[in-house]
């Protein structure tokens, strides 16, 4: 008997990443879609989470910046990177500049 099914493991909840589209702000709104864009919209850094769809509205509205949604977006302590178009936390050694930075010199001590 051959296993059709492929180990791709355990189920994950992904349901905190919804899109936060909700005009009127009320619970029959809501968009309730996975989300696949987080948007800044403010200097404070204000953010929503978009579905592709409404993330075409989002479009028409004026924002700071957006990238696609990640895991790390919802990492506690997590920090806003406009350069690297993406959500990261400080000091895990994933960011591109740290992983770019020129080694630390090394002393020999003779
Ligand atoms: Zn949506
Ligand atoms: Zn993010």
Do not use: K
């Not at 075409?56 to 895991?71: E, G, I, N, Q, T």
């Not at 993406?86 to 080694?103: H, I, K, Q």
């Amino acid at each position: 008997m051959t296993d059709i099914n492929a180990p791709l493991g355990r189920l994950v909840d992904g349901s905190e990443h919804r899109c936060t589209y909700s005009p009127g702000d009320t619970d029959a709104a809501d968009c309730g879609q996975r989300a696949t864009w987080h948007i800044a919209w403010t200097v404070e850094l204000d953010c929503g989470l978009a579905c592709e769809a409404h993330m075409a509205v989002a479009l028409r509205f004026s924002y700071l910046d957006r990238h696609p949604l990640s895991p790390d977006c919802a990492m506690p302590n997590a920090r806003w990177y406009f350069d690297e178009q993406r959500c990261a936390v400080p000091g895990d050694g994933s960011l591109l500049t740290e992983a770019t930075a020129e080694p630390e010199p090394v002393v020999r001590l003779l």
